[in-house]
């Protein structure tokens, strides 16, 4: 395995119901970030996580609540979601909070829908 | 306004002409610029990175830096349909990137 992997590539789910998200990156990165893009809207950054500490959230409703066990591992736990959640969850990884040249890896994203 | 404007587009270009991209920012403080392509059901991958006022080759992609006027652009010589596309602008903020919503573009045979 190579680059950013994120599992699965496609979630319907309950309003009721209770998933997670599971990004992993093999690239030896420092950061990670899990953004959500919707139709027609820019990439919206959710979390960010530094050597597994979280360093930012963006005002995320806490129905979303991510999980940093390692560098390598990120998640994204989702409970009573709302149809306007659907959307493509993208998670990505830099070397550090300060990229450079390489910017960020993407994973191939979740498209998750609420129903 | 918005950290990153891009026009949505579509913008259509016809195979071999130059396509044109732009992306606007509001913090005068920002330093370094990504381009991303993102095909469709795709994650985004980068194409493109600056820092420098001026112009940037690499093969057939041109990125364009004007801090002064605070924007930046990315052409494509040569277009080919494989560079039909959505092309996501993106502005290096502390401890994030911040983007645009993208130009889809769309190159006719």
């Known amino acids: 395995e190579t680059g950013v992997t994120q599992t699965p590539r496609h979630l319907v789910m309950g309003m009721t119901n209770k998933k997670s998200l599971k990004c992993e990156q093999h690239?030896?990165?420092?950061?990670m970030y899990w953004y959500k893009q919707s139709a027609k809207k820019p990439l919206e950054l959710m979390f960010v996580?530094?050597?597994?500490?979280?360093?930012e959230n963006n005002s995320v409703p806490s129905r979303f609540s991510p999980e940093c066990p390692n560098s390598s591992h990120l998640f994204l736990h989702l409970h009573t979601l709302q149809p306007e959640d659907s959307a493509l969850y993208l998670c990505?990884?830099?070397?550090?909070?300060?990229?450079?040249?390489?910017?960020?890896?993407f994973g191939s994203g979740t498209r998750l829908t609420v129903v | 306004q918005k950290e990153v404007e891009q026009n949505s587009g579509p913008l259509s270009v016809p195979e071999g002409a130059i396509a044109s991209l732009n992306c606007t920012y509001s913090?005068?403080?920002?330093?370094?610029f990504f381009w991303y392509r993102q095909y469709s059901g795709k994650s985004p991958e980068l194409i493109m990175f600056?820092?420098?006022?001026g112009d940037k080759e690499d093969g057939r992609f041109t990125a364009q830096l004007n801090k002064a006027s605070q924007y930046v652009s990315l052409l494509i010589r040569d277009s080919q349909p494989s560079d039909s596309a959505t092309y996501l602008c993106?502005?290096?903020?502390?401890?994030?990137?911040?983007f645009g919503q993208g130009t889809r573009l769309t190159i006719n045979p």
């Open positions: 600056i820092y420098s006022n």
């Open positions: 690239l030896g990165h420092n950061a």
């Open positions: 993106a502005v290096k903020r502390p401890q994030k990137l911040v």
């Open positions: 913090d005068r403080g920002s330093q370094s």
């Open positions: 996580y530094s050597l597994e500490e979280r360093v």
């Open positions: 990505a990884s830099s070397q550090d909070l300060d990229p450079t040249g390489y910017g960020y890896t």
